[in-house]
């Protein structure tokens, strides 16, 4: 079929190459502009997904606006039978959703109608779900909320943190796509509305989600800190008064009747912390400000804390 792809980061590179391995005729790509990187910002990044399309010679298409009329008359030169987007950053505006006679497909980190918008990955994590997947769906409108063409579940391991998951969802998601495109051109694909009562939000992430509630549980605490690995990460100031990134923790099989926020051990095997369910969270990497990311122990040797100091 032939097919113009519009993705950005990592997570899109493996739906692509999946398309391309398929042996789709990618016509062209559309994808962000290259970000200005370095320390004086003089270097532009191309994205993960231009690099996989000019190592394959696909023309790569890198507008800023979508509803000036570029972009549509672009694709109108191209003319794909199907646009697929996966974690593009932008919305499609209803003259391009219109103009593939097959419509725009989008790959969707989440079960739909759960977690539409931009982060389905670290809410999953962060609310402590025990289940994921990958949902493609009808491109329409309003954000996210197409009718649903296949999808694919997968667990989520306890440990397990964004990062991990991403990559697996990104996996996933090229091999739902090729199965979902050879359904659609055969005309066989069968589409399923979303349950508005069953609708959630992933709403963009900030800084303000960071700091660390030592009253929350240990498991509350847990999934926050590895559903927010690598930005914003979690942050506590329980090093007197200095606050830290918190990047990796564990819950140690110990119970405590400290008040929450207490210091309970500080030594080669990390920091333990009350949490306010009477378990513990053990605090394994950390990073202070200006300084690189390290194991709790390495910081410990610069960084003497006191037990029973509150956080």
């Avoid at 789709?24 to 994808?31: I, S």
């Avoid at 003089?42 to 606006?65: M, R, Y």
């Avoid at 949490?275 to 910081?299: F, T, W």
Wanted: proline share 7%; charged share 20%.
């Amino acid at each position: 079929m032939r097919i113009v792809f519009m993705g950005t980061p990592e997570f899109a590179v493996p739906s692509l190459n999946a398309l391309l391995e398929a042996g789709h005729q990618v016509c062209g790509v559309f994808c962000q502009p290259d970000k200005p990187v370095g320390r004086h910002q003089n270097k532009l990044q191309p994205p993960p997904v231009k690099v996989v399309a000019q190592e394959h010679d696909i023309p790569v298409f890198q507008p800023t606006k979508l509803r000036d009329g570029t972009a549509l008359a672009q694709l109108q030169e191209w003319n794909p039978e199907l646009i697929v987007v996966a974690a593009y950053g932008r919305i499609l505006p209803d003259e391009i959703l219109h103009l593939p006679p097959k419509g725009c497909i989008n790959v969707h980190s989440s079960l739909l109608p759960r977690y539409r918008g931009a982060a389905p990955i670290h809410w999953a994590i962060v609310n402590g779900d025990e289940e994921t997947g990958v949902t493609i769906m009808d491109m329409a409108t309003e954000l996210d909320a197409g009718d649903i063409i296949s999808q694919v579940k997968t667990p989520i391991d306890s440990e397990e943190t964004v990062e991990m998951l991403h990559d697996r969802l990104a996996q996933l998601g090229g091999t739902l796509l090729v199965q979902t495109v050879a359904d659609i051109a055969a005309g066989t694909a069968v589409r399923t509305k979303q349950e508005a009562s069953q609708v959630t939000y992933a709403p963009m992430l900030s800084r303000a989600l960071s700091p660390i509630n030592w009253k929350r549980t240990a498991k509350e605490i847990h999934n926050q800190v590895r559903g927010l690995v690598p930005w914003p990460a979690t942050s506590t100031d329980i090093f007197g008064g200095e606050t830290v990134k918190v990047f990796s923790v564990c819950e140690p099989d110990l119970t405590t009747q400290k008040e929450a926020g207490t210091i309970l051990a500080a030594n080669q095997q990390g920091i333990d912390v009350a949490c306010g369910d009477g378990k513990v969270i053990r605090i394994l990497e950390l990073q202070a400000p200006g300084s690189r990311r390290m194991a709790a122990a390495d910081y410990l040797r610069g960084h003497p804390i006191k037990v029973d100091d509150q956080a």
